[in-house]
């Protein structure tokens, strides 16, 4: 079946910094791709519609600005998490649609910002 | 705006027990309905889905019906083993295909022991 690919699975890093997770769609192409968060105990939140070739479209609450999303190939969109802070460790999940409008997901990472 | 309740976990079973998760929603229309299940270290998966009232969906011997009256799509499953071990979500889409932004439940971990 299908698989969509995310990396890393877990991150550990420094107040301040910046944080990049990728998405991929591994035997597909995907126009659309989901981001979500998910705290402890809590359901999963989208976060962004990834749209390839154009801009994410973001929830509301969802700082664009903090979470950047890049869709640049049909296989690929990226989330960055920029000057990352402790509020923002969370488990993060991307999805991606195929052309039968099936989902298939990431197995996630893990953030967490000391 | 659309939310979905399930119980809360963990719910620890012995092999051969019945499993029953609940899940119930509030939506604007007539969403679809979804139970994904996620294997450790895996990303989420499809496990069955309903698209209209009374509909039954079904896999793996797992079932869930669509219940428009009581707005529940409770999970079950007859005698569940070691395998079925997972983090399950409910879930539900406006737009009628999984290819459409989903609001997700919590999760319900389930552990069952042999």
């Not at chain 1, 903090?66 to 999940?93: C, G, M, Q, R, W």
């Not at chain 2, 999984?98 to 022991?113: I, P, Q």
């Amino acid at each position: 079946g299908a698989v969509v690919s995310q990396h890393p699975s877990r991150v550990i890093c420094k107040s301040g910094t910046s944080v990049k997770i990728e998405c991929r769609s591994l035997d597909f192409q995907a126009t659309t791709m989901f981001w979500y968060r998910q705290f402890p105990k809590q359901s999963l939140m989208l976060m962004a519609t990834s749209n390839e070739g154009s801009k994410a479209t973001y929830e509301q609450g969802v700082e664009k600005d903090k979470f950047l999303i890049n869709h640049a190939s049909l296989t690929l969109s990226t989330l960055t998490v920029t000057s990352a802070h402790p509020e923002d460790s969370s488990f993060y999940i991307c999805s991606a649609v195929d052309s039968n409008e099936k989902l298939f997901f990431g197995s996630g990472t893990q953030l967490s910002v000391l | 705006g659309n939310s979905v309740t399930q119980m809360e976990g963990p719910v620890t079973l012995s092999e051969e027990a019945f499993l029953t998760i609940n899940c119930t929603y509030t939506a604007t229309g007539y969403p679809s309905l979804f139970w994904y299940v996620q294997y450790p270290g895996e990303g989420l998966q499809l496990l069955l889905k309903a698209t209209k009232a009374d509909d039954k969906g079904s896999n793996k011997g797992f079932e869930a019906t669509y219940r428009k009256e009581t707005t529940s799509f409770h999970l079950e499953k007859g005698s569940v083993q070691v395998s079925d071990s997972a983090v399950y979500f409910c879930a539900l889409s406006e737009g009628g295909a999984a290819g459409n932004k989903l609001t997700f439940g919590g999760g319900t971990r389930v552990l069952v022991k042999p």
